[in-house]
């Protein structure tokens, strides 16, 4: 019924699709600047949802919203598995979530501040530091991304 080999026959390297056989972390990436820049806005994301949940709670969503985005960014670069998805343009998403980021987090940062309370305020000064961090990916990206693409095309 199954032919000359049966299913049991075949050894495990054999049967496994190579799309299935894991997510393999491309430690080059985490050690490149783009890594580096994804694992540092992931931790002070984290940080300031922690100062949020002490002082103002209301302001948590965001950051914690931020933070899952982020590291599913930083899940997708790693392990490459953005490059199943050939149709989304990948430089400009996460253009778009580095400019949405610096958005949020100065409104949210600012409107914390208002509270006059350590912990908002240890949040304000991250959220600016992060703000910093995410205009510098920004621009990063729009660098060696989305500018090189833009005089390729006027040269055509």
Known sequence: MFGARDRRD???????????QGFAVDKTFLSSLRGILLETELALTLIIFICFTASIS????????EFFITLAFLFLYATQYYQRFDRLNWPCLDFLRCISAIIIFLVVSFAAV?????A????FVFGIILVSVFAYDAFKIYQTEMAPRATQ???Q
């Open 58 to 65: 209301a302001y948590m969503a965001a950051a914690l919203l």
């Open 120 to 123: 908002a305020i240890a949040a």
């Open 153 to 155: 095309g006027e040269q």
């Open 10 to 20: 075949v050894s495990p390297e054999e049967g496994a699709s190579p799309g299935l």
């Open 114 to 118: 208002t509270s006059r309370d350590g």
